[in-house]
């Protein structure tokens, strides 16, 4: 599979994923879409809740669906939001990601039409704290 047709098929899951996001008070979708080493893809969206901490994002419902069926190896994730600019993804989504991605893991932000930017997470999150801190005491 090459780049351009994993880019395709990623922000195409993303965008369809994003029309599935539960979001009644801010009404802002966001859907994501992961591509693991395996071949795989596994999108979600943003879920509210009256109960504003208990909100999940896009992005960690992707990424988590995908861990819970048993993969943990990611190449990209492309992320599609309801606006004409590119967002980038929360603190908490930022924190998970460094987990599981390496610094060549591919992070496609898009807008509503699929158009957008290519960053890394360690663009986005430098001097995350990883395992690498835990195994250092």
């Known amino acids: ?3 351009g047709d994993y880019h ?3 922000v195409g899951a993303a965008l369809k994923a994003r029309e599935q996001a539960y979001v009644p008070y801010s009404m ?6 992961v591509l693991t080493r395996s071949g795989k893809i596994y999108s979600g969206c943003n879920i509210e809740n009256s109960s504003y901490g208990l909100t999940v994002c896009a992005e960690r ?3 988590f669906k995908a861990i819970s069926e048993g993969e ?4 990209a994730i492309a ?3 309801d606006t004409e600019q590119p ?3 929360c603190g908490a989504c930022r924190q998970v990601m460094s987990e599981f991605f390496t610094d060549n893991t591919e992070i496609i932000l898009i807008n509503t039409a699929g158009h957008g ?3 890394t997470i360690s663009q986005l999150l430098p001097a995350a704290f990883t395992p690498r801190n835990l195994n250092e005491r």
């Open 1 to 3: 599979m090459t780049k």
């Open 8 to 10: 395709q098929r990623l």
């Open 28 to 33: 802002y979708r966001v859907g994501a879409a």
């Open 61 to 63: 419902t992707a990424i």
């Open 72 to 75: 943990q190896e990611f190449k």
């Open 79 to 81: 992320v599609a939001v």
């Open 87 to 89: 967002a980038t993804p």
């Open 117 to 119: 930017d290519i960053t």
